[in-house]
């Protein structure tokens, strides 16, 4: 991974000169056998774009297919189905490079290679392109939070993804950080966007994990590899500023005005990239803290912190208590959790922060998923004998690992539980502005008022001494009653407009209407 530094390029603001990395990989080949392998030209992609092959002792061979079919290679001599163009390839036997630039914009779509050597070799292939003009490249910014290089503790790596920089989060990505440690061993660990342990909200383009799997102090590299599959999109960045294309930054900070801003203006953001991958190198870390024995385990499970419940059925007192939450780790957000332990009070939720174990509390109930699962399951109802209507639950999860150690304590929430099932609401004819009752119970609704509406309102006005509209909705009692109120002034008989208000408070009542004739 080390050598991949080299790679990286200094961002001046201007998208427009922004190179993407779309792969970057060594292949270890063999006599005898050829190693395939491709790429995906997307849409925000195929500007000056480059395959980049090194060796270190043997020149292999190497045979590129275009998404048509055709093929570009580094032998010289006519091959069948050759690319327009062949031989493409430029060979510098002193650096040990063979590249592919591929004039013009490269077609989208899949591009395969193949390597081929005569000895065992060890090839690097890297391929990275720029985007179109008036095309929104797709950005990476990762790093450690918290802006520090030297750690002593456990990390969280995390990997923002926009199109257009800044520009809207791309969400539904497979995104990884490969962490080189100081012995060159290798750790690969997924980063998510689900809102749950250190990912602070869900599907913003922010994708986190939790490191802590030092095994020495010293230099700890970090590559982020995303991945797309054709189905990702683009959200919505709420107070996200317009991108940066107006031109670009120099090393001194002056800004030079980009000539063409209004052809910038037009760039496009198509909603679907289609598959796409890139690799991107994050700041890394220099580790000074202690080295843990790995066989002793010292890392809790992480906090819940998207952690809901609610009663399971409203009619039902004793229906339980449904819980919805993301799976925590053994250590941090990885591995599996022992178990669960969730603790309620009918008092505060501080009474229950400051209590949590001296609380209501019940356990053994669900065998915890792996980290990262959803995890949707009912609870016994509490004993609710000696209390009446609607009951307030202050409630919360802790989880716990193999070694008996526990997490923080999640989100806490409140919840309303009915010991009896609430009054069902009120149904009532609903329409608007028909001209007659017949019009309105022809065109109009049945519709189940909220448990405040206690009353079934109907509106009749009278326009211009005889055109009628009659509107009829569901209502909170006070305010009907309190309307009806001014009748003696609105509906009066002596004027050409008038407003009649009328309330019941049965089932259906005003489909009657006999009950509301429009006149005092």
């Known amino acids: 991974m080390g050598a991949f530094t080299a790679i990286a390029t200094e961002d001046d603001g201007d998208l427009s000169n922004r190179i993407s990395t779309l792969l970057y990989k060594q292949y270890v080949v063999t006599p005898g056998t050829s190693t395939m392998d491709g790429v995906n030209i997307d849409i925000t992609v195929g500007s000056n774009t480059k395959f980049l092959f090194t060796w270190q002792s043997n020149k292999p061979d190497i045979t590129l297919t275009h998404p048509s079919g055709c093929v570009y290679s580094t032998s010289s001599n006519l091959i069948p189905n050759a690319c327009e163009g062949h031989p493409l390839s430029q060979t510098d036997r002193t650096l040990k490079i063979i590249q592919f630039i591929i004039p013009g914009v490269a077609t989208r779509g899949r591009w395969i290679f193949t390597i081929t050597t005569r000895r065992r070799e060890t090839i690097s292939a890297t391929v990275t392109s720029k985007s179109p003009p008036n095309v929104l490249p797709i950005v990476i910014k990762s790093g450690i939070r918290g802006n520090t290089s030297q750690i002593n503790k456990p990390v969280v790596i995390e990997a923002r993804i926009t199109r257009g920089d800044p520009g809207s989060p791309m969400v539904g990505l497979r995104v990884f950080a490969i962490v080189e440690k100081p012995d060159l061993a290798e750790e690969t660990l997924q980063l998510l966007d689900n809102g749950a342990g250190p990912d602070s909200r869900r599907n913003d383009g922010v994708y986190s994990r939790m490191f802590y799997g030092y095994t020495a102090r010293g230099r700890y590299s970090i590559q982020i590899r995303v991945e797309g599959d054709g189905s990702a999109g683009t959200g919505s960045a709420a107070g996200a500023n317009a991108p940066l294309m107006f031109g670009r930054i120099l090393q001194n900070g002056t800004i030079v005005p980009n000539l063409h801003t209004a052809g910038m203006l037009q760039w496009r953001q198509n909603k679907q990239v289609g598959p796409f991958s890139r690799i991107h190198t994050s700041p890394g870390l220099e580790y000074t803290g202690p080295v843990h024995d790995p066989n002793v385990d010292t890392i809790p499970p992480n906090q819940i912190t998207d952690f809901s419940a609610r009663q399971n059925n409203i009619n039902n007192p004793r229906s339980g208590i449904r819980v919805r939450f993301t799976s925590p780790g053994d250590d941090e957000d990885s591995g599996t959790a022992d178990t669960y332990n969730i603790c309620y009070s009918f008092e505060s939720i501080g009474n229950l922060t400051s209590n949590f174990e001296e609380s209501i509390c019940v356990s053994n109930f669900s065998r915890p998923k792996v980290a990262g699962s959803s995890e949707d399951f009912v609870i016994p109802a509490p004993d609710l004998r000696g209390r009446k209507g609607t009951v307030r639950i202050a409630i919360g999860i802790k ?92 509906c009066r008989n002596n004027g050409p407009n008038k407003l009649c208000r009328c309330c019941c408070g049965s089932d259906l009542c005003n489909m009657d209407a006999t009950l509301c004739t429009g006149s005092i």
């Open 399 to 490: 989880s716990t690992d193999e070694a008996l150690q526990v997490s923080r304590l999640s989100n806490v929430m409140y919840l309303n539980y009915f010991v009896r099932p609430p009054r069902r609401g009120l149904r009532c004819l609903v329409c608007y502005k028909a001209r007659s009752h017949e019009e309105c119970e022809a065109t109009g609704t049945i519709k189940r008022c909220l448990r405040n509406e206690q009353q079934c309102a109907t509106d009749i006005r009278t326009l211009n001494w005889g055109r009628k509209e009659i509107t009829k909705y569901c209502k909170q009692e006070a305010a009907c009653l309190n309307e009806r109120k001014q009748n003696p002034v609105d």
